[in-house]
């Protein structure tokens, strides 16, 4: 069978078995199983286990439950409602101001956990009643809330930028710092879009009510700023080639964990057990998609499905940026219905070689990757933010949350244009901290 075609066929399938609603890892696994065994028979098999495990065989994963270990304990402690009371206590006077602290909370909170959902949970519990109150509707409070939580896969430590620099062995340092312009970029752009929704509507701005003075804005911060400085000494070991990511994960992860002992005195043991167990949870969860869809990679190299599509592309002799522009395309349409890891892994090896014979730079097109990302976590029929805000608000519809995370979809788009302009963007940091890729 043609290549294409092969490979349009196990996308259907795929499609499918997710519409049935089978997990992401099972669905990726039954599929690339079943066409193994109906092209090779059931020699096919003994390769199965070998390269499951081959695909976690990787020192680098390590650092992704360590770096979940810190977010579920951010967590589980009251990290985020401090985080987000000492922005508003700082900015309640600004123009704006609460909007600017869901935001920038979000964005913070983002780069403590690494997780998106965490974050829409943490801030959300605490800014989205606080906004309705404050007389904002709900759509721009659960939009804001929504969008400002995908920023959890782009702001370094990212676990989506280690899964892909893991898969097209890119240096994750490097990513991580390419991450964090382009994340202060679309803080901006939801901080500029929320203020100017909120002005033309004539929603109040300064809430005359509240007043804090100078010693109850200073008294919340030596609970913050501890783990503000985890993350920059954390990120600062990884720009400045002092530690490898799994070996400051470790290290972050047990600071976290102590931080959290002593601010927050979280030292009971059934307490820790659940900040334990969660983070292996989501940890087992991950690595089972990370294997199986390396094994859904292996069968799309070994049925020629890779290959014959990259070759398929190379033989249309389109112009980079029209590449470009199909390439965003394609990866948006897969973020409507897979989660950001498997997209990464199922499609780098096809789509990172032809971006980069296009003279496309990996880690510039791997923040474009996630930008795309970004845009499927509020986006149906998979959108994750969108259900864990419906179940922060439960009447509030999932329509209007749809409806108010629109506009902050065509932000992050804005923000997928400046970069495809721009990329110095994303690349300018990752040059500054480490020197020129040689």
Known sequence: MDP???????????????????????????????FLLISDGTGAMVVVAETLFASLDEFALLSIPMFLVMGSAIAASRAGADLYEALDRWLYMVPGGLLISNIGACGIFAALTGSSPATCAAIGKMGIPEMRKRGYPASLATGSIAAGGTLGILIPPSITMIVYGIATETSIGRLFAAGLMPGLMLIALFIAWSLFYANYKGYTFVEDDKFFTLKEKFAILPKVIPFMILIVLVLGALYGGVATPSEASGVGAMVCILLVMIIYRVWRPVKLWEILSSA??????????????????????????????????AA????????????????????????????????????????????????????????????????????????VINGIVPDVDLKTVLLGALPFMLCMVVGIGLLMIFPQIALWLPDVLMGPVQ
């Open 280 to 313: 292996t949870r989501e940890s087992v969860m991950l690595m089972m998609i990370i294997g199986m869809a390396g094994l859904f990679s292996y069968m799309m190299s070994s049925l020629y499905i890779t290959q014959g599509i990259a070759e398929y592309i």
């Open 4 to 34: 294409i075609a092969l490979g349009a066929l196990a996308a259907t399938c795929l499609i499918v078995l997710l519409l049935t609603g089978m997990p992401v890892a099972f669905a990726l696994g039954a599929t690339a199983v079943s």
């Open 316 to 387: 249309q002799e389109l112009s980079p940026w029209v590449l470009m522009f199909y390439i965003n395309l394609f990866l948006l349409v897969s973020g409507f219905f897979l989660p950001p890891v498997a997209v990464i892994l199922m499609t780098c090896p096809t789509l990172v070689p032809i971006a980069i014979s296009a003279g496309f730079d990996p880690i510039w097109f791997g923040v474009m990757l996630t930008l795309n990302m970004e845009i499927g976590l509020i986006t149906p029929p998979v959108g994750l933010n969108l259900y």
